[in-house]
């Protein structure tokens, strides 16, 4: 109840800290799909370099995120980021690239062999072959690497606070250090309900521009 | 017409296995060819070489008489036509998107694309308004398969490759689908290579079949000379101890039967290879009763454009040595015996010589 009445209290300052959780991990997935999708669709050609990918990413994933914004302070501090925005952002693309990066590798090699034998003995080059036929085919399975890649770092953009990146963990982190259960329940709860909003509007985005085609073939 | 010049595929990092080993041969423009053998034989690799799906080791591929190594190989398989036996169609695009990827890729605008597409279908037998944007997750394997034709003919390539185009479906659509395609080939007259592994096939569709084995081709002819004269016992035991029961499959009552001369609406009295018989008629000339060794079979004849095969069944059900044959509108033409039969399959180079012996005796009238 008290955390309740803290929230309605201060929703001015919610709203603004879940605007700078959502630039953080909005801009790092964005530039995570760009790439990531790049680095798939690479991988998913050569067939000896992709575990090689595939592996160092699954590597990433496992170093904690409280060293890695760590690691990242004395690197960063040559041009004078060492904390705040940039670190967080440059962690989440760094947590993101593995979830993208694999599902696209995934969605593009689990095609139907047909479908690229027919692509190519049709004459369509490389680059139409991409966007005509093995993209739309693999958006689902690529799709679903990103809204991993979003739930997961939304929980992750939480502990940037701690390197003054700001966002909904500045509840969390002020509500341990000032033991203030509200401002712990607010920012954890909020970070909950930005997952969950995330996960559920990016299935409808995917549902949306899935082509129509392969909607019917999954029911 | 296509034209394959010491054509060899060599696999294996010292040349060791020759997939494709110096092949010759010609396709005739209009011409379907068969390309046959057990697996592995190279008959894939062949026809993959074509369209450039695979590169030659060594030899050329000269299509309407240019050198396929000179033209740009997008440019090559936009102008060739490619089934293959998983269909491949893409599930993202609707029946009328995927009938218009070449056309697409050549350029063409939409009225004439859309045009095309209905056009197509319908020469397949599906229905446009139903089928056009449907999806290919909700057409049957069938019908897939006969918009994968449809496909690969909508920018009206003059050459098409199919490979085992026919393979993944039941014997009953196989059928039907082969009927459909032979039609629309007497049609569209393109020059086909069919890759097949199922003689059968080879023998209903083919203008000439090409025998493979192990890289290297063993023969290659029409169906009757493949049938007759095998090269070697691994053509003939690769077409069947039955080859000869295959052959009639190919062979028309026309050019087997003994013509009859006789006076329309009488009864024919006659002794086919020493069977007598009687053929009786009506006013118009069709055929209103048969007895064949003093026995009445009814109605019992057999179309001129019939293969032999039918009229072999029919032979034996009714047990009898001779039948009438008669034309699409059921008037008597002729009769066709089973002697006459044998002495075609055994000298089909004679082929004048092998009428039945027919001794037409006074015609009763009717």
Redesign the interface.
């Known amino acids: 109840m008290e955390t309740l009445a803290y929230m309605a209290n201060n929703l001015g300052t919610i709203a603004a800290r879940t605007a700078e959780h959502l630039s953080i991990v909005g801009v790092a997935v964005t530039l995570a799909i760009v790439c990531g999708v790049a680095l798939g669709v690479f991988i998913a050609r050569r067939p000896r370099l992709a575990p090689v990918v595939l592996y160092a990413g699954a590597l990433v994933i496992t170093v904690p995120s409280i060293a890695l914004f760590g690691i990242l302070i004395p690197l960063l501090s040559v041009i004078g980021q060492g904390i705040g925005w940039l670190p967080a952002v440059i962690a989440v693309y760094l947590y993101s690239m593995a979830p993208i990066v694999r599902n696209t590798y995934t969605g593009l090699v689990g095609l139907?062999p047909?479908?690229r034998?027919?692509?190519?003995?049709?004459?369509?080059?490389a680059s139409?072959r991409l966007w005509?036929?093995e993209l739309?085919?693999a958006f689902p399975v690529i799709m679903a690497g990103v809204r991993i890649a979003v739930v997961m770092n939304i929980g992750i953009t939480a502990i940037a606070a701690y390197i003054g990146a700001g966002g909904l963990g500045t509840f969390i982190s002020r509500g341990i250090t000032q033991t203030d259960i509200r401002q712990l329940l607010t920012g954890a709860v909020c970070v909950s309900i930005l997952a969950l909003l995330s996960d559920y509007l990016l299935l409808r985005l995917q549902r949306l521009l899935t082509?129509?085609?392969?909607k019917?073939?999954v029911s | 017409m296509i034209i394959l010049e010491n054509l060899r595929k060599v696999y294996g990092a010292a040349g060791t296995v020759a997939a494709v080993d110096n092949v010759n041969m010609a396709v005739q423009e209009g011409e379907v060819c068969v390309l046959i053998g057990p697996s592995g034989c190279g008959k894939t690799t062949t026809m993959r070489m074509v369209?450039q799906?695979i590169a030659p080791t060594s030899g050329r591929v000269l299509i309407g008489g240019r050198d396929t190594a000179e033209i740009d190989v997008?440019?090559?398989?936009?102008?060739i036509g490619?089934v293959?036996q998983?269909?491949?169609?893409?599930?993202?695009?609707?029946v009328e998107e995927n009938i218009c990827?070449?056309p697409r890729?050549l350029g063409w605008d939409i009225p004439r694309m859309r045009a095309r597409a209905a056009e197509m279908l319908v020469m397949v037998g599906l229905d446009p308004g139903e089928f056009l944007h449907r999806?290919?997750?909700?057409l049957s394997g069938g019908q897939q398969q006969r918009v994968g034709v449809t496909?690969?003919l909508a920018a009206d390539p003059p050459v098409l490759?199919m490979d085992e185009p026919f393979g993944a479906l039941d014997p009953i659509n196989r059928e039907s689908i082969q009927e459909q395609f032979l039609k629309m080939q007497r049609k569209l007259r393109k020059t086909v290579l069919l890759v097949s592994h199922d003689i059968d096939e080879a023998v209903k569709m083919a203008d000439r079949i090409a025998i493979f084995r192990d890289g290297r081709l063993e023969q290659i002819g029409t169906p009757d000379q493949v049938l007759t004269y095998p090269v070697n016992d691994f053509v003939a035991g690769f077409v069947g101890a039955d080859r000869t029961l295959k052959r009639l499959r190919r062979i028309r009552v026309e050019q087997v039967h003994t013509g009859l001369v006789f006076t329309v609406g009488s009864t024919v009295d006659l002794q086919v290879d020493a069977a007598p018989g009687k053929i009786h008629m009506d006013d118009a000339g069709r055929v209103s009763g048969v007895v064949v060794q003093g026995r009445d079979i009814g109605v019992a004849v057999v179309g001129m454009d019939c293969d032999l095969r039918v009229v072999v069944s029919e032979l034996l059900r009714l047990a009898v040595p001779w039948l009438p044959c008669v034309d699409a509108d059921g008037r008597l033409r002729g009769v066709i015996s089973q002697s006459a039969i044998s002495r075609y399959l055994a000298t089909p180079a004679l082929e004048g010589s092998v009428r039945a012996n027919v001794e037409v005796g006074h015609a009763a009238n009717a």
């Open positions: 139907d047909a479908l034998d027919a692509a190519i003995g049709m004459g369509m080059n139409q005509r036929v739309p085919n082509p129509p085609g392969l019917l073939s | 369209n799906l997008v440019a090559l398989r936009r102008s490619y293959i998983q269909v491949g169609l893409f599930p993202n695009m609707t990827v070449v890729l999806f290919p997750s909700q496909r690969a490759l």
